[in-house]
């Protein structure tokens, strides 16, 4: 199994062990606002931790972590030109796979601006990229998001995250991939497979991937195998629980 967005740097090192024995092999860790992200110094420094820390706990517990960076739309300092003009030696660095999470919050004009960088940024450079939803306005927000994600970039190079029943309507026309989180306060197992039986075959099952978005808000990091038993309950086929859960992130991401 796989877990397509955790923030690893929210959580003990216990919790890298518990997901390798519930059968994760593999988690990407992504970028997010941790701590009051005030200034570059912070974030630049959140980027470092995730380098220079959390891959070495996760191996530790035999957990095999990559990584995504970027400005989230929480994180956006006053200074934030500074981190985008850093960025693309971050997403050179081996580790890192993937440009995320960025999107918008709020859809204020920074939001947007910097979204827009970061989008280009990744198309210029064939790199995938991980894009936030977020709780609030959750559909608005979002429809937003799609619009500005047309036009700015290969749309097969998106995962468009937290997708959940609010907003998988909109996603009908979107060509790229979508996470669906199963968290709590965000969308239990249960209400997972109910979404994903009926729109899985028809969006296509290699758009479909599992992640927990663990990280200092409630959160579970045995989401996905949770969701991996739901599924076989609900009488799902191996087949299609492996694209869910492992197969399709793998792909996606080059894991």
Not at 121 to 130: F, H, I
Request: with cysteine; hydrophobic share 40%.
């Amino acid at each position: 199994m796989i877990d397509a967005h955790i923030h690893a740097d929210c959580r003990p090192y216990e919790d890298f062990k518990s997901m390798a024995v519930a059968g994760i092999e593999s988690a990407l860790t992504l970028a997010h606002d941790p701590l009051r992200m005030s200034t570059s110094a912070v974030v630049l420094d959140h980027f470092y931790r995730i380098l220079e820390n959390d891959f070495k706990r996760a191996a530790e517990n035999g957990l095999t972590l990559k990584a995504a960076l970027g400005l989230h739309p929480r994180s956006i300092c006053q200074d934030h030109k500074l981190v985008l003009r850093k960025l693309p030696w971050f997403l050179d660095q081996d580790m890192v796979i993937a440009l995320g999470e960025i999107g918008l919050e709020t859809t204020s004009n920074i939001e947007r601006k910097v979204f827009r960088t970061q989008l280009k940024m990744a198309n210029e450079l064939g790199m995938k990229v991980a894009v936030h939803t977020p709780r609030k306005n959750k559909r608005e927000v979002t429809i937003k998001t799609l619009s500005i994600i047309e036009g700015n970039i290969d749309p097969s190079l998106v995962v468009v995250d937290h997708v959940d029943p609010s907003i998988i309507d909109l996603m009908a026309d979107f060509e790229g991939m979508m996470g669906v989180t199963v968290q709590p306060q965000k969308m239990t197992p249960t209400e997972a497979v109910e979404m994903l039986e009926k729109t899985f075959d028809e969006y296509g099952p290699e758009r479909f991937m599992l992640d927990s978005d663990m990280s200092s808000s409630p959160s579970d990091p045995l989401s996905v195998p949770k969701t991996v038993h739901a599924l076989k309950m609900a009488g799902w086929d191996d087949k299609k629980i492996d694209m869910l859960s492992c197969k399709n992130a793998a792909q996606f991401y080059g894991l």
